[in-house]
């Protein structure tokens, strides 16, 4: 008698549409995971290793922790940006030096020693 007590107190089952990614899926697999950890958590029957993970987010040192990862991720882009953009002006460099040795004629030059 107390397992049907137990089921009618829960809602029932959301029909969830079927992910088309793996990245996809697996987000919906956290998502229902953190609203069962919550449930949990509201009516007192959740574990201690699942309060102590909430608990540990929620703190000072997580939040700096957390701040410091996205600076760490603005700055590896950064980088990558900079060798992006150094890569396309040593391009134009190129460009620019072999556009001044066909003005200077010397283009013409090593095209007829090349026959």
Do not use: W
């Not at 990614?21 to 509201?42: C, G, K, M, W």
């Not at 939040?63 to 900079?82: D, V, Y």
């Amino acid at each position: 008698m107390a397992k049907a007590k137990a089921a009618e107190r829960r809602e029932p089952v959301k029909k969830m549409r079927p992910a088309l990614t793996p990245e996809a899926r697996e987000n919906q697999l956290i998502s229902l995971a953190y609203d069962l950890v919550e449930e949990r958590l509201r009516n007192g029957t959740a574990t201690s290793q699942e309060t102590t993970h909430f608990l540990k987010l929620g703190s000072t040192k997580e939040r700096i922790e957390k701040e410091i990862l996205e600076k760490q991720k603005e700055l590896i882009s950064a980088k990558t940006e900079a060798i992006q953009s150094a890569k396309k002006i040593e391009e134009l460099y190129a460009k620019a030096v072999e556009a001044m040795r066909t003005y200077t004629g010397a283009r013409e030059e090593t095209d007829d020693e090349d026959l």
